[in-house]
Nanobody, 125 residues
């Protein structure tokens, strides 16, 4: 059972930056593809970013491409999401997710087995 704990959320102004972290309990963290998703009130959970097991490949949702960067440290068992040029529409609860995967990653919500509890990001205009 993989336990994921997100941190780093908060209240920022439009144009600011914020960095999220997600620490995993799993010793074989490098076997897991990792993803970031977000969910705003009244909306479905939305794909944000994913990173392959080694960190060599990444992919992003269209709404965050060019502004967000996902990375991971397999020694620290942690995945990161650097968010720049934040917009009010980025306001949501952000979740990290993990899947034991043989490929690179998946962008599907139902493709992930393990989820963190979420961290709130609020961007004021």
């Amino acid at each position: 059972q993989v336990q994921l704990v997100e941190s780093g959320g908060g209240l920022v102004q439009a144009g600011d930056s914020l960095s999220l972290s997600c620490a995993a309990s799993e010793r074989t963290f490098s076997s897991y593809g990792m993803g970031w998703f977000r969910q705003a009130p009244g909306k479905e959970r939305e794909f944000v970013a994913a990173i392959s097991r080694s960190g060599s490949r990444t992919t992003y949702g269209d709404s965050v491409k060019g502004r967000f960067t996902v990375s991971r440290d397999n020694v620290k068992n942690t995945v990161y999401l650097q968010m720049n040029s934040l917009k009010p529409e980025d306001t949501a609860v952000y979740y990290c997710a993990a899947v034991l995967i043989s490929g690179y990653y998946t962008v599907r919500v139902d493709g992930y087995n393990y989820w963190g509890q979420g961290t709130q990001v609020t961007v004021s205009s």
